[in-house]
């Protein structure tokens, strides 16, 4: 795998993430988004520990002494994102959803700039907003009247940061591997999905899916656990690790772009705003590639002599 280029990593993330909201819809009639989300990772986090097992054996389990830093990453990343995201659909519409997601270039760079990081590239920041309004546009169509905002929209924006606080602190630890950081964070924020999921089913809130309802979604549900968690969720990891957290996440915009091009396989006609939206996508995408190999290749003065 060492002869992958870096950003194939992310985009496999991204190809699976997208292609998942079109499945996911069609399982949600059968199992509600908890429970979808309590399968998904209750079944990624077995394979996760398996892989991580046979891969690295037992000594990759060991927590280090920061087993509680690992449970607070594992639930903001896991349960956070996941769990907030969906929760937001009882408020807002899904396309609301859709375009907030894609700010997590813009909040990775904020992040890192107020933990003291350096300031955002002008380039890279520039590019990620004209991603996000790419993306604006593929799932409005133009229509600023599809975005209604609300409680649904700010649990959105909590689920981001979430997400880009787990995918940054992967660099809190260097001396391992995107599989063990993975591995033992994905089970630790599995733990908190399963609470908050029986408490939703316990008071009614959700409803505790019959062996029927799954087996009516079984291919859907296989597709959002090997690909939507576990071979995303890794091929995220390691192209954080690879590209750094903010250009990994500008590889996010796309995501809402391939549920698109699904649902047009499918027979769905296209706006033009939205085919304007994917061509200013790919071009920011192409700018912030150029810009990065360009901040790469500059030499790196000399420190000056005391």
């Given at each position: 795998?060492?002869?992958?280029?870096?950003?194939?990593?992310?985009?496999?993330?991204?190809?699976?993430?997208?292609?998942?909201?079109?499945?996911?819809?069609?399982?949600?009639?059968?199992?509600?988004?908890?429970?979808?989300?309590?399968?998904?990772?209750?079944?990624?986090?077995?394979?996760?520990?398996?892989?991580?097992a046979t891969a690295e054996g037992?000594?990759?389990?060991?927590?280090?002494?920061?087993?509680?830093?690992?449970?607070?990453?594992?639930?903001?990343?896991?349960?956070?994102?996941?769990?907030?995201?969906?929760?937001?659909?009882?408020?807002?519409?899904?396309?609301?959803?859709?375009?907030?997601?894609?700010?997590?270039?813009?909040?990775?760079?904020?992040?890192?700039?107020?933990?003291?990081?350096?300031?955002?590239?002008?380039?890279?920041?520039?590019?990620?907003?004209?991603?996000?309004?790419?993306?604006?546009?593929?799932?409005?169509?133009?229509?600023?009247?599809?975005?209604?905002?609300?409680?649904?929209?700010?649990?959105?924006?909590?689920?981001?940061?979430?997400?880009?606080?787990?995918?940054?602190?992967?660099?809190?630890?260097?001396?391992?591997?995107?599989?063990?950081?993975?591995?033992?964070?994905?089970?630790?924020?599995?733990?908190?999905?399963?609470?908050?999921?029986?408490?939703?089913?316990?008071?009614?809130?959700?409803?505790?899916?019959?062996?029927?309802?799954?087996?009516?979604?079984?291919?859907?549900?296989?597709?959002?656990?090997?690909?939507?968690?576990?071979?995303?969720?890794?091929?995220?990891?390691?192209?954080?690790r690879l590209l750094g957290a903010?250009?990994?996440?500008?590889?996010?915009?796309?995501?809402?772009?391939?549920?698109?091009?699904?649902?047009?396989?499918?027979?769905?006609?296209?706006?033009?705003?939205?085919?304007?939206?994917?061509?200013?996508?790919?071009?920011?995408?192409?700018?912030?590639?150029?810009?990065?190999?360009?901040?790469?290749?500059?030499?790196?003065?000399?420190?000056?002599?005391?």
């Open positions: 795998m060492r002869n992958v280029p870096a950003p194939i990593y992310p985009l496999i993330a991204v190809l699976s993430w997208g292609a998942m909201f079109p499945l996911a819809a069609i399982a949600l009639p059968h199992v509600d988004p908890f429970n979808i989300t309590a399968i998904r990772y209750g079944v990624a986090s077995v394979i996760f520990v398996i892989i991580l037992r000594g990759a389990f060991s927590l280090e002494g920061q087993g509680w830093r690992l449970f607070a990453l594992g639930s903001l990343g896991f349960a956070g994102f996941n769990l907030l995201a969906c929760l937001a659909l009882i408020w807002s519409q899904p396309q609301d959803v859709a375009v907030i997601v894609p700010t997590m270039p813009l909040v990775t760079v904020l992040v890192r700039w107020v933990r003291g990081g350096g300031r955002p590239s002008p380039m890279i920041l520039s590019a990620s907003i004209a991603a996000l309004f790419g993306v604006f546009l593929v799932v409005t169509k133009g229509d600023v009247t599809r975005l209604s905002g609300g409680l649904g929209d700010a649990l959105t924006f909590v689920a981001v940061v979430c997400w880009v606080i787990y995918t940054m602190s992967a660099a809190k630890f260097p001396s391992w591997s995107a599989l063990r950081y993975t591995g033992l964070t994905a089970p630790l924020g599995t733990i908190t999905i399963l609470a908050v999921t029986a408490v939703a089913d316990a008071f009614g809130w959700q409803r505790l899916p019959a062996p029927a309802d799954v087996a009516a979604a079984w291919w859907e549900l296989a597709f959002i656990v090997l690909f939507g968690a576990v071979a995303a969720v890794l091929a995220w990891n390691h192209g954080a903010a250009n990994t996440a500008l590889f996010i915009v796309l995501v809402p772009v391939v549920t698109l091009a699904m649902r047009i396989a499918g027979g769905y006609q296209p706006a033009p705003a939205e085919v304007a939206g994917i061509a200013v996508v790919v071009g920011a995408l192409v700018v912030a590639n150029l810009s990065g190999r360009r901040t790469a290749s500059r030499p790196v003065p000399a420190p000056a002599a005391d």
